[in-house]
């Protein structure tokens, strides 16, 4: 078996599409299971430091406040004992080293003068001690203050006079806080060992979830893929979760909408084909006539050519107004967009129709309700409305009218074209606007027109930013409304 290189190449755009597809997967896939732990992950490290943070303030604050108490009752017996005059009370002193040993501190006591007379640690006795919390304590304050960073906690409780209750001194207590450090460190390696379970875990369902979050995600690409090389008729249901449900909903609509656009594509050019086809036909039967007849009298040569004139002009009918649609179809088309007196322009395209309604004595009136000032592309302005006057006086009676009316407020302008014809039945009322679109064949090729009038009009007026809608009634007549911006606002 051999295959050719055409086919070669085939193969290697559908394999490199699968290589990007798979990548592509693999990549949101990465970002689902990243996104997933991140998601989990992150709360629980919240947690951890701020549990281990709010054990911190609290244990230093009961240790504080048990310090604190402490300091409170050895200063009551301080002056009992006139401890600041002499030091050499066993009591006192046996308190001091008792409250030092327990928690691993230091005691100082300072008189008025802030001269140290006892100092647990023998350090600093007989020298001045001038900082910030001495001397706002000694003005009757409690200070503590606690240092995270050497761990130890400061408490200062004044000293006063039983009678008076003037501070006479200040007992300065530095207590060691290893102990918290230990534990807090303890409750971090813990939590830590419970963070890392959790996100061994986390990836383990992130796993999970990604696959169930990325299999319909891979399932819609199928389905796009099949659409690109030609139109599936397989319905979507990706159902698994809400926006994949409107996902596939959206997809399901879009590939009808596909199937019909192709669908409309096949019925025009099958249209187009029978319709430019018809008087090639016709002028081939007739010039065959002519070339078989070849003694055919000078009159029946005239009539023949007439009629192959006449189809001639019909089929180059019909390929002005496909040129036409193809014009008004393209996007971003170059409109030539003017302010244009619109009384004056109907005024002038009624003008211009007036004499082919004067052949079928159709009466035609135009009103207009106010001077209308209009930014529009004339010539496709002109086109819309020169098929929706035409249409009328062609579908009318013979001795029938056909009105014409201008009016506008603060946004839009109205024109309205009213006729006494033959109406058009409300089943067909939904498909005149399509290309080719004949209400009543045999009766529309008695009168003639391509099939594209009402189509040509309608798109002239949608690049206008506007709308066209009709009321009709089988048997008493039709009106068209044209709703157009005063203002033309580009998309």
Not at 20 to 45: E, Q, S, T, V, Y
Not at 56 to 85: D, K, M, P, S
Not at 194 to 213: C, K, T
Not at 269 to 297: C, I, Q
Request: proline share 2%; glycine share 6%.
């Amino acid at each position: 078996m051999y295959i050719q290189s055409g086919e070669w190449v085939i193969i290697s755009r559908a394999r490199r599409r699968l290589v990007l597809r798979d990548r592509i997967f693999k990549n949101m896939r990465f970002r689902f299971i990243l996104l997933f732990m991140l998601a989990g992950l992150l709360p629980c490290l919240v947690v951890l430091f701020v549990a281990v943070k709010f054990y911190e303030a609290r244990a230093v604050e009961l240790r504080t406040a048990e310090i604190q108490n402490q300091c409170t009752i050895i200063c009551n017996q301080l002056n009992t004992y006139g401890y600041l005059t002499d030091t050499s009370s066993e009591v006192i002193n046996s308190s001091l080293n008792q409250l030092t040993n327990i928690y691993n501190g230091r005691v100082m006591i300072i008189d008025r003068e802030l001269k140290v007379v006892k100092d647990t640690y023998s350090l600093d006795e007989g020298k001045t001690d001038v900082s910030e919390n001495v001397v706002r304590c000694m003005r009757g304050e409690n200070t503590d203050y606690y240092d995270q960073k050497n761990h130890y906690i400061e408490v200062t409780a004044p000293i006063t006079e039983t009678s008076e209750g003037d501070v006479i001194g200040v007992m300065l207590a530095s207590v060691s806080t290893d102990n918290i450090e230990v534990t807090r460190q303890i409750l971090l390696t813990h939590g830590g060992v419970v963070v890392g379970i959790i996100l061994v875990l986390l990836a383990l369902l992130s796993v999970f979830w990604a696959d169930r979050m990325v299999r319909p995600m891979h399932k819609i690409t199928g389905a796009i893929e099949n659409v690109s090389e030609g139109y599936s008729d397989d319905v979507l249901h990706v159902e698994t979760f809400t926006e994949t449900k409107q996902l596939s909903e959206a997809f399901n609509k879009m590939l009808g909408r596909l199937k019909l656009l192709d669908e409309s594509r096949e019925e025009f050019v099958s249209n187009v084909s029978h319709e430019l086809k018809t008087p090639m036909t016709s002028m081939k039967v007739l010039a065959d006539s002519l070339l078989e007849m070849g003694d055919a009298p000078v009159e029946m040569y005239r009539e023949f050519m007439q009629d192959i004139a006449k189809e001639i002009d019909r089929e180059n009918q019909i390929i002005t107004d496909l040129l036409s649609l193809v014009k008004m179809d393209k996007t971003g088309q170059n409109l030539n967009i003017e302010s244009v007196n619109i009384n004056d322009l109907l005024e002038q395209i009624l003008k211009r129709i007036r004499p082919i309604a004067e052949k079928r004595n159709v009466e035609m009136v135009m009103e207009s309700f106010r001077p209308v000032t209009a930014e529009i592309d004339e010539m496709k302005f002109t086109l819309a409305i020169s098929n929706l006057v035409e249409n009328a006086i062609k579908y009318n009676h013979d001795n029938g009218w056909v009105h014409v009316s201008l009016n506008a407020d603060h946004k839009y302008f109205y024109i309205k074209v009213e006729d006494s014809g033959i109406g058009i039945p409300e089943a067909d009322q939904a498909h005149i606007f399509e290309r080719f679109y004949r209400v009543d064949k045999s009766h529309s090729r008695e009168i003639g027109g391509t099939g594209l009038g009402l189509a040509i009009a309608r798109n002239a007026v949608i690049v206008h930013r506007g709308a066209i809608k009709v009321h009709s009634i089988e048997g008493e007549g039709t009106t068209f409304t044209v709703r157009i911006p005063l203002t033309y606002v580009a998309a």
